[in-house]
C-alpha cells in the first residue's frame, strides 16, 4: 500500500452554455478540501493533476462558509487548499504513464468537469486502469460526468449532447453501474442564476450512458457505492462522501 492518491481535476474555468455563453466556474472548495483534508490526516498522500497541469481554478461561488459546518472550518480548509495547490501539479498525461503508484483516484466537483475532463482520453485511461484493478474510483456533485471519458468516443459523446442529441455510449466499463450525481431539479435551481441555459444535465447525460442514476433529495447528503465505483450528490455530501472513500480504501465491502 503506498497510500498515494491520485487527484484529477479540471484545467478549464468557463462553462460552454446555450447560445455561446459561458458561465464562469471550477472545483467547489469544500468537494476538494473536505475529502482532500480528511485523507491526508489519514496518511495519504495526494498527487493532483490536470490535463494541462495548470492549477486548477477555483468557483468563487464556492468559497462561502455556507459548505462548511462553520466560518472556523471554512478558514481551515481554505487554507489547507491554497496550501495544497501551491505546490506541484502534474500533467495528467503524465500521471496516467504511472498509475501502479496510486491506490485511488478522487475527482472533486463544481461545474467544470463537463468542460473538458468528459471527454479527455488520458482521464479515460486513468478510469479504465482502476476499473480492471478495482480499486477505488471517487467522484462527488458534477464529476461523475467525467465517468464518460471512459468510452470509445467520448469526445463525439459529448458533442452529440451539446448538440441536443441524446448519444449511445461505446464500450462504457461503468454501464449498468449504480451512481449518483448532482440532480436535475439541483442543477434547475442552480441554473436559474446562469448566463444562458446549461447544454444539458449530468444525470441525463450518465442515464444516456447506461447507468443506474440514483438520487437523493435536493441538497442532502447522498452516496452511492456500486464495485469500485464511489460517488457523492452534491456539496453537501463530502463527508459522507470522503468516509464511504476511506472505507474502500480499507478494504470494506459495500453492496450498493
Given amino acids: ?118 471527454r479527455d482520453a488520458d482521464l479515460g485511461k486513468v478510469l479504465r486502469h482502476f476499473h480492471e484493478k478495482g480499486q477505488p474510483t471517487a467522484l462527488i456533485c458534477h464529476a461523475p460526468v467525467a465517468l464518460l471519458a471512459a468510452q470509445q468516443d467520448a469526445a463525439a459523446y459529448q458533442q452529440a449532447l451539446q448538440n441536443g442529441e441524446t448519444p449511445a455510449a461505446q ?26 441555459p446549461m447544454q444539458y444535465y449530468p444525470a441525463d447525460a450518465l442515464r444516456a450512458a447506461g447507468m443506474d442514476v440514483q438520487n437523493g433529495g435536493k441538497y442532502q447528503s447522498h452516496v452511492v457505492r456500486d464495485r469500485e465505483l464511489i460517488t457523492g450528490q452534491n456539496p453537501m455530501s463530502d463527508e459522507e462522501f470522503v468516509t464511504a472513500l476511506l472505507g474502500a480504501l480499507k478494504g470494506d465491502t459495500v453492496n450498493a
Avoid at 487554507?79 to 498525461?93: D, N, R, W, Y
Wanted: no cysteine; glycine share 8%; proline share 6%.
Fill in 1 to 118: 500500500m503506498t497510500k498515494n492518491i491520485l487527484v484529477v481535476m479540471s484545467s478549464e474555468d468557463q462553462l460552454p452554455l446555450k447560445g455561446g455563453q459561458t458561465h464562469a466556474t471550477g472545483f467547489y472548495l469544500n468537494e476538494f478540501g473536505v475529502p482532500a483534508h480528511r485523507l491526508t490526516q489519514e496518511g495519504y498522500t495526494l498527487t493532483i493533476a490536470t490535463p494541462k497541469g495548470n492549477r486548477p481554478p477555483m468557483d468563487h461561488g464556492s468559497d462561502t462558509k455556507d459548505f462548511f459546518k462553520d466560518e472556523p472550518e471554512h478558514q481551515q480548509i481554505k487554507a489547507f487548499v491554497e496550501q495544497t495547490l501551491s505546490g506541484t501539479v502534474h500533467k495528467l498525461s503524465d500521471a496516467a504513464a504511472n498509475l501502479d503508484q496510486f491506490d485511488a483516484v478522487f475527482l472533486p466537483g463544481g461545474h467544470a468537469p463537463m468542460i473538458e475532463l468528459m
Fill in 171 to 196: 464500450d462504457f466499463i461503468y454501464d449498468g453501474y449504480k451512481a449518483t450525481v448532482f440532480s436535475t431539479p439541483e442543477e434547475q435551481d442552480a441554473e436559474k442564476t446562469f448566463e444562458a
